[in-house]
T-cell receptor, first 112, second 115 residues
Framework: DTGVSQDPRHKITKRGQNVTFRCDPI?????LYWYRQTLGQGPEFLTY????????KSRLLSDRFSAERPKGSFSTLEIQRTEQGDSAMYLC??????????FGQGTRLTVV | GESVGLHLPTLSVQEGDNSIINCAYS??????FIWYKQESGKGPQFIID?????DKRQGQRVTVLLNKTVKHLSLQIAATQPGDSAVYFC??????????????FGKGTTLSVSS
């Protein structure tokens, strides 16, 4: 499979715990994006990387959220001290420059 | 704030009909647009894109029309099939916008195709 891969597909965690998600983009894509999607809404932009540089962060990305792309390949999104409002689908996408962005299947987070 | 929106939250059509899904955008600096299809429990799937130097682009059974004068985007699906049932999002790519050059999505239109 040469598409965008996300792991895990589902995560259930207790409020206050930390969680980390991983995204493996399409190999030749230099841009990687993180989005959050809640039921009935379109994906909301969180942050994006060009190679290993994090170029933009949304105001949605509070201090509890951090994303990395250490070698310009895979990326991780960590949420510290999770809250029930963090429950959502977290989507990763990649693109070659400003071209079409391809999405992974997402990680569904449920905070109980 | 500037955002991409869709005119109708739901659209119901009969199999074989043509479907038209509309989208209005507000950022005149946007120069790239994409339509995505999202099935339940899956990530958005790329359908077709268009750049602002074009007003029409055709794919297989799909056509995207861009009217920059009124900031309107539409997706036409020919001979709609039950497998086309999904939520459709338009997304814009503003240059220098709040989100840099990341795509900004609207809320989506749910297309239901009955046979």
């Amino acid at each position: 499979d040469t598409g965008v891969s996300q792991d895990p597909r589902h995560k259930i965690t207790k409020r206050g715990q930390n969680v980390t998600f991983r995204c493996d983009p399409i190999s030749e894509h230099n841009r990687l994006y993180w989005y959050r999607q809640t039921l009935g809404q379109g994906p909301e932009f969180l942050t994006y990387f060009q190679n290993e540089a994090q170029l933009e962060k949304s105001r949605l990305l509070s201090d509890r959220f951090s994303a990395e792309r250490p070698k310009g390949s895979f990326s991780t999104l960590e949420i510290q001290r999770t809250e029930q409002g963090d429950s959502a689908m977290y989507l990763c996408a990649s693109s070659r420059g400003r071209g079409e962005a391809f999405f992974g299947q997402g990680t569904r987070l449920t905070v109980v | 704030g500037e955002s991409v929106g869709l005119h109708l939250p739901t659209l119901s059509v009969q199999e074989g009909d043509n479907s038209i899904i509309n989208c209005a955008y507000s950022n005149s600096a946007s120069d790239y647009f994409i339509w995505y299809k999202q099935e339940s429990g899956k990530g958005p799937q790329f359908i077709i894109d268009i750049r602002s130097n074009m007003d029409k682009r055709q794919g297989q059974r799909v056509t995207v029309l861009l009217n920059k004068t009124v900031k309107h985007l539409s997706l036409q699906i020919a001979a709609t099939q039950p497998g086309d049932s999904a939520v459709y999002f338009c997304a814009e790519n503003p240059r220098g916008g709040q989100a840099g050059t990341a795509l900004i999505f609207g809320k989506g239109t749910t297309l239901s195709v009955s046979s």
